[in-house]
């Protein structure tokens, strides 16, 4: 699945999903976008990963949630790179996991803005770019919680509910374009996300504790995930936009 001559800007793309995500596209040969928002380390770590692989890596600084800081980021990237040919919206941040009633609602409109306005926000920007080019590619990252919409988790399912809310929109918006839009909600990931998930609600400290109980005999890992990606963008998917794919290891009728 090559991938040389495209250009992918991936948001939080500097650790756990949105990491796994950046190299694997990488070693598909796209130039990649590192987006972080205080992680400068991880970033950097993460473009000298990429360039390590023979692409090109740049790390940029944004909050998602800030419309400005957005538009600003996706027109130096266009300068820098010449260039966008596939967005990757992974940016996110987990809620406290309690009920409505106990919800701060700041903690709400903190949790809904980065995942729901910041996935709006890059996509209105990016869109312009994507259709000047052959082949334009949206991945939306939500989440197994869409299948279930669990208790104690209002913040997070609702910025996630968001997400592919505007997936489905724009996949019919611009598929006149030749731009496929697609989300892949994955479960619970080894990433420092889903480490600290599995301590609050289940006491696990070391995920591979839980390996023998998950599907497949192992937790969900970045490349997982990177994997399906890597396929929604690449010229192998040549029919598929609109569309949900989890990522959790689970078929529909076992839930």
């Not at 250009?7 to 190299?23: F, P, S």
């Not at 967005?87 to 996110?92: E, F, M, Q, Y």
């Not at 729901?116 to 991945?139: M, N, Q, S, W």
Request: aromatic share 6%.
């Amino acid at each position: 699945m090559s991938l040389k001559g495209r250009v992918a800007i991936v948001t939080g793309g500097n650790r756990g999903i949105g990491r796994g995500i950046a190299l694997g596209l990488a070693q598909d040969g796209a130039d990649i976008a590192v987006n972080y928002r205080q992680d400068v380390e991880g970033a950097r770590e993460t473009v000298a990963d990429i360039t390590a692989l023979g692409a090109k890596a740049i790390a940029y600084q944004a909050s998602v949630d800030d419309y400005e800081a957005v538009r600003g980021m996706v027109a130096q990237i266009a300068n820098d790179f010449g260039c966008i040919d596939i967005l990757v919206n992974n940016a996110g941040i987990a809620s406290r996991g309690l009920a409505v009633a106990d919800t701060d609602p700041a903690e709400f409109e903190r949790v809904v803005r980065t995942h729901c306005f910041g996935t709006f926000y890059a996509t209105r920007e990016v869109i312009p770019h994507l259709r000047k080019r052959p082949r334009g590619d949206i991945i939306m990252i939500s989440s197994a919680a869409t299948r279930r919409w669990s208790a104690n988790g209002a913040p997070y399912n609702v910025g996630k509910a968001g997400i592919e809310a505007i997936a489905e929109g724009v996949a019919k918006e611009e598929r006149a374009s030749n731009i496929r839009v697609n989300i892949v909600a994955p479960g619970i990931v080894e990433t420092e996300m889903g480490r600290r998930l599995m301590k609050a609600t289940r006491n696990v400290d070391d995920l591979r504790d839980i390996d023998a109980d998950s599907p497949f005999g192992h937790v969900c890992q970045p490349e997982d995930v990177a994997n399906v990606v890597r396929y929604l963008v690449s010229d192998l998917n040549t029919y598929v936009t609109g569309e949900r794919i989890y990522v959790d290891g689970l078929a529909g009728a076992m839930l």
